[in-house]
């Protein structure tokens, strides 16, 4: 595979901290003649000890060379693990500048594995999460994502190119002879490709919130049990609970992943008429806690109705509110109902899956494609096959041909196989050194 020469580029792929080991990456061409006033390089592929000699240091150093083209970035690739001491780093990344090493931009070894065809887009993009993953969930999200890419995409391409090839083959040369496109046959052929489009999208949009995380906040009238509630869905007691109405005032706020949703919960005060200086301050926090969340949950006691205080507050998050009713061990309630003291919360959790998910439970949605990007472009993809299965049979052949163009760009571009640069920057801005 032909690798494109670049410049070689040095990073810490280990933060510059005061640890047992710093591993130091480089990338480049011809590495073994570059780093030769530094070391010589061991046999490929084999973790040798080396003395690492500059500027009147003397580093015993773990040292791995991989030649291009089977690494990483495609290039030869050389990684230095040294003792863990910042300073030392980078004095060493110092003497690799003066070798002609220069420091790389956040992300580019993994900019030069794609460029040179050693990792897709999306993996890229699975790693970028993989890094930045802070729940369970989220990692094996990211897991799930990395490695091949979805095996739909190939067979989706599959599934395009015979039709491209008859609409192309219909415009260029249908009139003069005779080649017509069989609309009919192209809607039933690429219906199961439109179905995968849509489904693929659904679990986006729900690969989405599992990927970003689910800003929950918990409102109500005082003493309705959120700070109970709050504190069973965050799985241990950070909130006071009592019986005296009015106890939270501050907005409190604790990341969690229950039952595989990877959540940020905000516990608030309680909302009534009050001459109590410090619970009007505590209810004016509540407004922007309302305003930044995704979903919120309005806990009302079973058997009781919302106060007008209440409803005129939440009127204008309609959208994003889910009744919940506490006290369920007390009295019978509709709907979504929970005993949040004694853990009784299956009634949230199915409420929760279908608001959020779709119904979809969080582990099918291992897999999914999740980023804004990606759950855009799939929007789009689904929307082009429903714009080209709705052709009718006498439709010129033009139109066609543009759709299915049109589809088989966007499949490129949601892989990649564009190049788009601006892509690549947004990817890469979000990468740290040394990968
Ligand atoms: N039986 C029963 N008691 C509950 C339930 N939820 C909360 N409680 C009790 O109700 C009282 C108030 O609960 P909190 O969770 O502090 O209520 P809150 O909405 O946070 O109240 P404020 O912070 O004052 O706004 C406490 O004594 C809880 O133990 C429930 O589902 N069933
Ligand atoms: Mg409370």
Redesign the pocket.
Known sequence: MPTLSQAPICAPATPLLPSAVALVRVSGPSLARILAPLVVLPRPRVASLRKLRWDGFEERALVLYFPGPSSYTGEDVVELQTHGNPLLVRRLLRHLGTLGVRLAEPGEFTRRALLNGKQGLLEAEALRDLIAAETDTQIRMAQARSGAQPGWISEARLRLTPWMARAEAAVDYGEDERIYLNVKDLVSDLEPLRTRFHVEHGRAQAGRHLRDGLRLAVV?R???????LFNALAGEDR?I????????RDVLEVRCDWRGLPLRLF?T??LRATEDLVERLGMARVGPVLESADLVLH?IPAGERASELIQATLAPFQGKLLEVR?????AKAPGVA????LGDLDALEGALLERLLGGLAPDTCLGALATDRQVELLGDLARQLDLLLSLNEDCPPELPASLLQGAWGLLSRLTGEDRVEGTLDALFSGFCLGK
């Open positions: 109500g005082p003493n309705s049990g959120k700070s109970t909130a609970v009592t019986d005296v109405p009015g106890t939270t516990d005060a309680g806990l506490t006290f369920a061990d007390v929970v005993a949040a003291n």
